[in-house]
């Protein structure tokens, strides 16, 4: 299968890649730092009309960087994807959207799956709430892949897990924001990628989570990577982060009916990164 990735070197994209590449498909990359723009209409069209399916990753994904520039953050996350997916009807390519859990917020559910509501809590999320409904009425022939938080080798300097492994690396106070009972479900880029490849590779379309069901809070986190590293961890509680999800625990078991299981546990995941 020819498959066009958008975001393709970022943190996930590259994963995805070389996974895909390893189960025989052929991948198109797609990257702003390839001078390859989501936002340029013409050249997005071009590159997708050779392919069968678009896996669309591109997109501000950083929770900081959306807060600040929430235009860009729409522009990249909702316009982009609205002329993508325009595109992709045009020449029936099949569109498998990354949203993120993270669109679940706060919405009262002890454990979120594909059918619960919807309550987003900051801009990342809102912005990627609002791209899915572009789906909804197109989900016979298009796939929504809400993803889990999630963290690797490689992973992003600002994710939580990179943040407390570099402090007790470098001996260096944590900051746990509000409580530190916030929960996710953190879940391995490895674990994700292969997620993503089965809902490829099953041909069904709709809605899937891609998440482990192990949820951890964060002080507890901090714990279990202080364990792996061998590292006792100095933390001081700082005022809760805006939009905080205070509890976050997903279902995978739609997907898990395609055949799919995280490989890493969280604490074996870690051991990956550290």
């Known amino acids: 299968m020819k498959i ?23 991948v198109i990359r797609y990257d702003i730092s390839m001078g390859k723009d989501i936002l340029n209409r013409e050249q997005l069209a071009q590159e997708m009309a050779t392919c069968n399916v678009c896996i669309h990753l591109a997109a501000v994904a950083d929770l900081y960087i959306a807060e600040h520039q929430p235009e860009l953050a729409r522009n990249l996350n909702i316009n982009a994807t609205k002329s993508l997916l325009e595109i992709a009807e045009e020449l029936n390519v099949r569109v498998l959207f990354a949203s993120t859990v993270c669109a679940y917020g706060n919405n009262g559910v002890a454990v979120s799956v594909e059918q619960s509501p919807l309550a987003p809590t900051e801009v990342y999320a809102e912005s990627k709430a609002e791209a899915e409904r572009l789906f909804y009425d197109k989900l016979d022939r298009h796939a929504i892949l809400r993803l889990a938080t999630f963290y690797g080798p490689n992973m992003r300097t600002s994710l939580a897990t990179s943040i407390f492994i570099e402090a007790l690396k470098n001996d260096e106070q944590i900051r746990i924001h509000g409580t530190g009972l916030q929960t996710r479900c953190y879940t391995h880029v490895d674990d994700i990628a292969s997620g993503i490849i089965a809902v490829l590779d099953s041909g069904h379309n709709g809605i899937y989570n891609i998440s482990s069901d192990e949820e951890i809070n964060v002080i507890d986190l901090v714990e279990l990577i202080s364990e792996v590293m061998g590292k006792t961890a100095n933390t001081v509680h700082v005022e809760d982060r805006f939009g905080q999800i205070n509890k976050s625990k997903i279902s995978s078991e739609k997907l898990q009916g395609l055949g799919w299981k995280p490989r890493y546990s969280l604490k074996e995941g870690l051991g990956t990164c550290i």
């Open 4 to 26: 066009l990735v958008t975001g393709s070197e970022g943190f996930l994209g590259k994963v995805l890649c070389q996974q895909l590449i390893k189960a025989t498909h052929k």
